[in-house]
């Protein structure tokens, strides 16, 4: 089955304590996506990974990292989290000019 | 800048009722739209898309036009059931960035 797997699905943590929140799919797509999910704001991309190694800023990019080692996975990582970051994360992969799969979501809480 | 945008938060239907979810874009470089629609909880699923070279597409109950001179498309959902009630996302990309930039969504509800 076609699917996009990221985890954890929800998670509390506190201020400054290093997080990753992972991504994989299992598609073969070259193209990877972070997304935020705010209220009144939709999906905001925050990073992007057009192929393994290759990974650029979205429109929110800001204390934030990625890493794409291999064309499966592409996690996301909070190196020192704020509150202002808690929110609905959303990795999704795509073919190119193809519509994008989702991954169930991840509900980030920063304390 | 939204480059894709939304401008109705919500919209109310009653079942059997035709839906008329609109999206406007700015970038005139836009060559594929999408739709997705989302239920809490859940992440987005894809629903129908649209290439610039068509101004309409069509799958079962969902239709999509596409109108570039105006910059706008929308989605029609004939006959609307209550289990379409969700937030719908529009969404835009251009061939040389690949990269699907997102409205800010609608959250449709469909009474009986």
């Known amino acids: 089955e076609a699917q996009v797997t990221q985890n954890p699905r929800y998670l509390i943590t506190v201020t400054g304590k290093k997080l990753t929140v992972t991504c994989s799919q299992n598609?073969?797509?070259?193209?990877m996506s972070w997304y935020r999910q705010d209220p009144g704001l939709g999906l905001r991309q925050i990073y992007y990974?057009?192929?393994?190694?290759?990974?650029d800023k979205g429109d929110v990019p800001e204390g934030y990292k990625v890493s794409r080692k291999e064309k499966r996975n592409f996690p996301l990582i909070l190196e020192s989290p704020s509150p202002n970051q808690t929110s609905l994360y959303f990795c999704?992969?795509?073919?190119?000019?193809?519509?994008?799969?989702f991954g169930q979501g991840t509900r980030l809480t920063v304390v | 800048d939204q480059q894709v945008k939304q401008n109705s938060p919500s919209l109310s239907v009653q079942e059997g009722r035709i839906s008329i979810l609109n999206c406007d874009y700015t970038?005139?470089?836009?060559?594929?739209f999408l739709w997705y629609k989302k239920y809490p909880a859940e992440g987005p699923t894809f629903l129908i898309s649209?290439?610039?070279?068509?101004d309409k597409n069509e799958d079962g109950r969902f239709t999509v036009f596409l109108n570039k001179s105006a910059k706008h498309l929308s989605l029609h959902i004939v006959p609307s059931q209550p289990g379409d009630s969700a937030v719908y996302f529009c969404?835009?990309?251009?061939?040389?960035?690949?990269?699907?930039?997102f409205g800010t969504g609608t959250r449709l509800q469909v009474f009986p």
């Open positions: 999704a992969s795509r073919a190119s000019s193809t519509e994008a799969f």
């Open positions: 598609m073969n797509h070259e193209y």
């Open positions: 990974s057009m192929n393994v190694e290759v990974t």
């Open positions: 970038n005139s470089m836009f060559d594929y």
């Open positions: 649209i290439s610039s070279i068509k």
């Open positions: 969404a835009a990309s251009a061939m040389d960035t690949d990269k699907l930039i």
